[in-house]
């Protein structure tokens, strides 16, 4: 479904982007793993459009995008969730949710995509008409993917949605996560919480200095003694925990 090729990107004369390479088969769950700064975010406004590669190709669906604009991008079945939620605060919920279906013509599919995506997250109709600057942080990140799954995307991109949250609401916004996984949605996932992407993913990718330099599935990754030190918390001495898929 995607597939990005050599792919490197600069903000100014800094490169952000080496030749990053990688693949999202349609159906899977694919996680960027790696530390602040190491491009995670780049790599995501890259494939949306936000930022243009200065080489390397990026196909979706077998049609290159790599100079498209963000709205044919949208229009083509990717949609975003980026860092931070980035909702609009003084707006209702309803009307964010009306923000994210902006181009749903057709009133009565706009309905049935609106009744859809409530029924993933019952909490947003409760909160309907309440100003989404005021909702928790947990219920924030809610409406920002809930956003997202408007235009029923083919592939969704979502940037550091554990960040700033309680672990209570973090293990929330994983098995939601999950659950969209499980109903078909294709996911590419950007997260420094290593342990809880690695237990829902079917790919990860680890990503440092803008590079990838090293990829696999769950126990491949978990294997690597470089991800466990680096990321998990694990010196070459310390005992393997064992960790469970939910």
């Given at each position: ?6 792919v490197?990107t600069f903000?100014?004369k800094?490169?952000?982007l ?11 769950l ?17 494939i ?10 990026i ?6 995008i790599?100079?498209k604009d963000?709205?044919?991008?949208i229009k083509m ?9 980035r ?5 209702t919920v309803n009307?964010?949710l009306?923000?994210g279906?902006?181009?749903i013509?057709d009133?009565d599919?706009?309905?049935e995509?609106?009744?859809k995506?409530?029924a993933?997250?019952p909490?947003?109709s ?7 600057g ?6 924030q ?10 235009l029923?995307?083919q592939l ?15 293990q929330?916004?994983?098995t ?19 342990n ?6 079917d790919y990860g990718?680890?990503l440092?200095s803008?590079?990838?330099?090293l990829?696999?599935?769950y ?7 470089k991800?466990?030190e680096?990321?998990l918390?694990?010196?070459?001495y310390?005992r393997?925990a064992r960790?469970?898929?939910s």
């Amino acid at each position: 479904m995607l597939k990005m090729v050599g792919v490197e990107t600069f903000y100014g004369k800094i490169k952000a982007l080496h030749g990053v390479s990688l693949g999202v088969e349609k159906g899977q769950l694919v996680c960027i793993l790696g530390a602040n700064g190491a491009g995670k975010t780049t790599i995501l406004k890259t494939i949306c459009g936000i930022t243009e590669p200065e080489y390397g190709t990026i196909h979706f669906n077998d049609e290159q995008i790599d100079h498209k604009d963000p709205e044919e991008i949208i229009k083509m079945g990717i949609s975003h969730v980026p860092e931070n939620r980035r909702i609009f605060p003084e707006l209702t919920v309803n009307e964010n949710l009306l923000m994210g279906g902006f181009l749903i013509k057709d009133k009565d599919l706009f309905a049935e995509r609106f009744e859809k995506v409530t029924a993933h997250f019952p909490v947003l109709s409760k909160r309907s008409s309440q100003q989404a600057g005021t909702l928790s942080g947990g219920e924030q990140q809610m409406l920002a993917i809930a956003r997202a799954l408007m235009l029923e995307p083919q592939l969704l991109l979502l940037d550091e949605p554990s960040l700033g949250l309680s672990p209570k609401l973090v293990q929330e916004i994983f098995t939601i996560i999950q659950d969209l996984h499980q109903a078909g949605v294709t996911i590419l996932l950007v997260e420094q919480n290593v342990n809880q992407a690695l237990k829902i993913a079917d790919y990860g990718y680890v990503l440092t200095s803008g590079k990838i330099f090293l990829s696999g599935t769950y126990d491949e990754l978990y294997e690597e003694e470089k991800v466990r030190e680096m990321y998990l918390g694990e010196g070459k001495y310390v005992r393997r925990a064992r960790l469970w898929r939910s």
